[in-house]
């Protein structure tokens, strides 16, 4: 017992708010106030936590700074409070009933991968969870994927339906055991089971499912596979045979397929990767890490076809490690929909949605409430650029510099997230997919529902697209009883890359991606401007061209080949000796050009994007694409390396630059007439682009005085342009700014949305 009249005792008050409930914070504390020789108490409250502690001075200082730096992995403390209190004299610590049931505003948990400690009973023979393929405990396991609403509660979770046994109760009820007030604890006797089916749903005998899965895949048969956030497609990542055919029946043509290894030995095997890869590979979110080949490889081919990189992850689940431990090299690990589709979470809807591809299914009865594709990093020349921010990551929120209205912010079209916004906090949803079916809008639709339950936040403005024809514009435009503002799409990918920076003020914004609707009804992607979240200034475009068909031209870069060449050379394109001409359908490039002058379903365009597909196109590269970007993929991929040479660029000015593309295009054309090589003339082109709006940042300075320069948009996943445009500004003295918290891409553009709205409201 301590002696209240030593005034070496001292009382303190704490308010600790962040991501604090449900990860193991409470016993935590507990344990480290043990070690400092601490009395008190500490509750759960519906802002986070609340402690009372007691002791010497020094303990007391000690403690806290444990607290902020030895918290557990999944904790992440945003504010503590610290308050001087009476000394009470209390003779021990305890952990008091929870103080109010409205758990407002504490923060939900993104899903976790397995922890080294359950890994470590996982494969212990003597442990009673010996290859139980759902155990977790307080620092791992499913998170927001579970929940159904707050609190964070296991009846408000898809592990209501499992009732603990005695031994998992007791250790739930244990403040010092690491499975305390571990929702989904669970265990062989109590928890959720496996079962593996044939393509017809019936239920193989078999004494372990695991190995049989196993042994499946080795076979070459296509796995349907429950994993944490919804189903995977799995085949044996060496066998070509295997991987061509869940190709074919998955309707995927070419996008390069993700892998999963048992560890980094084996990553070793087939890819590159340094320091930093190799602990993103590893941190508890698990993404997929885009790692550059090693070459030769024994991967199949047919995984990531004409691509100097494979999408790579370790196992993140127990079920996982079960899989990889029965000594696969790799496993494609590919997400379980048809093309485009939501994938599938539910056990009837995956028999029904993917029974025409997969040939067995290895399941689970734990539901999954909502689901999340695994998300994908690439690491660029220093940068951390998340291509997919989605499982592991949401919903963890965005700080943002100001507290600002509560927004839900609704995203463009393709790889739609969303937004929703309260105090200093933006928290973005987990990848929802390209809004263009009715599948996709339902998941969105519901995921908006759904976040804004389980975050308690009813939002005031609403925040979209300006494209009229976007789903998630109408879907907000319908909302009664809000307020609602329009967002220029390229003005909020600057916003959103200011916002992740903590930036005030202007800046100059490369905006550069595929698409987006511009203010006067064209559609943009090439795109300097002067902007502050509230305002923005139009300094430099691409000089615009048709795009016949409208989509077909994103599907078809032999349009947009077509467009420039015309726009540059006229009728005179008929004479051009280069092989593009030679091997084109005169009749279709004669129907092509006809639609451009009438202007039938030619919007013209001032895309980036749509200018390496063209570009792409006349080297020869691709005159199809089977995904959005690829034609510009396959450019970047192939670009010869140290070449210092670029082409004549020059621009008009009549206030706003305008980039003559023309002179660019007669480059490329007279450089495929000498037969200079598609490598080289990919680098030069790359190199054009990157001096030619670098010089107009200089300009730029000149007249506003701005030093900083926030890159945004799609375009900027090329590593060449974003390495190119940081070195190249760096070396004239710009502060430069990019991605590294939400997609450069549309993935992220919610963030710059609900930031816009915010200071346009105001
Ligand atoms: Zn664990
Ligand atoms: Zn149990
Ligand atoms: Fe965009």
């Known amino acids: 017992m301590m002696d209240s009249k030593d005034g070496n005792f001292i009382a303190k008050g704490l308010e600790i ?25 500490i509750a759960n409250t519906s802002s986070g936590v609340s402690a009372h502690i007691e002791g010497t001075q020094s303990d007391v200082d000690a403690f806290l700074t444990d607290l902020k730096e030895k918290g557990p992995p999944l904790a992440r403390i945003t504010d503590i409070m610290v308050k001087a209190e009476p000394f009470r004299d209390l003779e021990e610590f305890v952990i008091a009933k929870s103080r109010s049931r409205k758990y407002g505003s504490t923060l939900i948990s993104p899903d976790v991968s397995i922890c080294d400690d359950c890994l470590r009973e996982l494969l212990s023979p003597r442990n009673r969870r010996y290859r139980y393929p759902f155990i977790n405990c307080t620092n791992c396991g499913p998170r927001y994927t579970i929940i159904d609403n707050i609190p964070y509660d296991r009846p408000n979770t898809s592990m209501k339906h499992f009732q603990m046994c005695e031994s998992c109760q007791a250790e739930y009820d244990d403040p010092a055991n690491r499975r305390f007030h571990a929702q989904p604890n669970a265990c062989f006797d109590c ?65 390069p397929l993700a892998i999963m290894s048992y560890d980094l030995k084996k990553i070793q095997e087939y890819a590159h990767m340094d320091q930093e890869e190799e602990k993103i590979l590893t941190s508890p979110q698990r993404p997929i890490v885009i790692l550059k080949k090693r070459e030769p490889n024994s991967i199949s081919g047919e995984v990531s076809p004409r691509n100097n990189y494979f999408g790579v992850m370790l196992p993140y689940t127990p079920l996982h490690y079960l899989i990889l431990g029965h000594g696969f090299t790799a496993l494609v690990m590919t997400s379980g929909n048809i093309s485009e589709e939501p994938i599938a979470v539910d056990n009837d809807d995956a028999f029904k949605r993917l029974s025409s591809i997969a040939d067995y299914f290895l399941i ?75 599948s996709t809008f339902e998941f969105f639709q519901r995921t908006i529902d759904h976040m ?58 490369l905006s550069f991606d595929g698409a987006g609707y511009g203010p ?44 420039y060449l015309y726009d540059t050379f006229g009728d005179e394109i008929w004479n051009l000796n280069i092989p593009f001409m030679k091997e084109l359908d005169k009749e279709k490039a004669r129907v092509v050009i006809e639609m451009m002058r009438k202007g039938i379903n030619s919007p013209l365009t001032s895309s980036l994007g749509r200018l390496f597909d063209g570009v792409a196109a006349i080297a020869g590269i691709r005159n199809h694409v089977y995904f959005e970007g690829q034609a510009a993929m396959d450019l970047e991929m192939m670009a010869a390396e140290n070449i210092e040479e670029f082409y004549d660029y020059e621009w008009s000015s009549e206030g706003l630059y305008r980039v003559m593309v023309q002179i660019v295009i007669a480059g490329v054309v007279k450089d495929m007439k000498k037969g200079v090589k598609p490598q080289i003339i990919s680098a030069k082109f790359h190199t054009t682009i990157i001096k030619m709006f670098s010089h107009l940042c200089e300009i730029i300075r000149t007249e506003s005085g701005l030093n900083r320069v926030a890159l945004s948009g799609g375009s900027f996943q090329n590593s060449i342009l974003l390495w190119g445009f940081i070195k190249d500004l760096e070396g004239k003295g710009f502060e430069v700014y990019s991605h590294r918290l939400v997609p450069t891409n549309d993935g992220g553009i919610c963030l710059g949305q609900a930031v816009v709205a915010a200071y346009s409201a105001s």
């Not at 994993?227 to 497609?233: D, I, M, Q, W």
């Not at 200034?537 to 077909?552: D, E, F, K, W, Y």
Request: with cysteine.
């Open 452 to 509: 804004k339950r389980i975050l308690g936040i009813e939002p005031e403005i609403i925040a979209c697209d300006l494209h009229p024809d976007y789903l998630s514009t109408r879907y907000a435009l319908e909302q009664d009883d809000v307020k609602k503002i329009q967002v220029q799409h390229h003005h909020a990918h600057i916003a959103g890359c200011m916002a992740e920076n903590g930036l005030d003020g202007d800046v100059i914004g």
């Open 191 to 255: 928890g959720p089971r496996i079962s593996l089916h044939d393509s017809v749903w019936k239920e193989m005998d078999t004494p372990d499912p695991i190995s049989q899965t196993a042994a499946l895949l080795r076979q070459g048969y296509i796995l349907a596979i429950k994993s944490l956030g919804g189903f995977h497609l799995a085949v044996d990542a060496e066998n070509s045979k295997a991987v061509v055919r869940l190709r074919k029946r998955k309707h995927r043509e070419e996008k």
């Open 520 to 563: 006067d009804g064209t559609v943009w992607g090439g795109e300097i401007l002067v902007a502050e979240e509230g305002k923005v200034l139009h300094r430099a475009t691409i000089s615009q061209v048709p795009m016949p068909g409208s989509g077909a031209a994103i599907r078809e870069p032999w349009r947009m080949a077509v467009s």
């Open 17 to 41: 708010s962040g991501i604090v409930q449900g990860v193991g914070f409470r016993p935590f504390v507990y344990r480290l106030a043990g070690r400092f020789n601490l009395k008190g108490e």
């Open 364 to 438: 689970h009865d734990r539901d999954i409430y909502l689901r999340s594709d695994d998300s994908i990093i690439k690491r660029t020349a220093g940068v951390i650029q998340p291509i997919r921010r989605s499982r592991g990551y949401v919903p963890a929120p965005i700080l943002l510099k100001d507290r600002i209205p509560r927004i839900l912010a609704c995203g463009a079209e393709l790889k739609n997230t969303i937004c929703l916004t309260k105090g200093n906090k933006a928290f973005l949803s987990q990848h929802l997919g390209d809004l263009e079916n009715l």
